[in-house]
């Protein structure tokens, strides 16, 4: 009996092992290079965010300054993701440059 629950503990431990490191996990999801400015810097839409990094469910906020009736914000989170150097984490839906939003990161 005492070698059977010493064998279930090596496979319960492998296996927590395995998935004991979310930004690992992460790395391994698929990227996109939606992120790169291919076109330059436009002076269209200017803006920045309050932060430059947040944890999961910590607020940000985004300034932005525009000529456009509407706007877009996506989010990328940055790394390696198989050499794409990104992969988007949010869309929001088009914006109104006249009224305030927030959302949780």
Excluded at 36 to 52: F, V, W
Aim: proline content about 5%; charged content about 15%; glycine content about 10%.
């Amino acid at each position: 009996m005492l070698r059977r629950v010493a064998v279930f503990i090596s496979a319960l431990v492998l296996a927590i092992s395995a998935h004991a490191n979310p930004i690992q996990d992460e790395n391994k999801k698929t990227g996109s290079s939606g992120w790169k400015l291919l076109q330059g810097r436009s002076t269209d839409i200017e803006g920045y965010a309050s932060l430059t990094s947040v944890n999961i469910g910590q607020p940000i906020s985004f300034f932005v300054s525009t000529t456009s009736s509407t706007y877009d914000i996506e989010i990328y989170r940055m790394g390696y993701y198989g050499g794409a150097g990104g992969r988007e984490v949010f869309e929001s839906p088009s914006l109104n440059p006249f009224l305030a939003m927030g959302w949780p990161a």
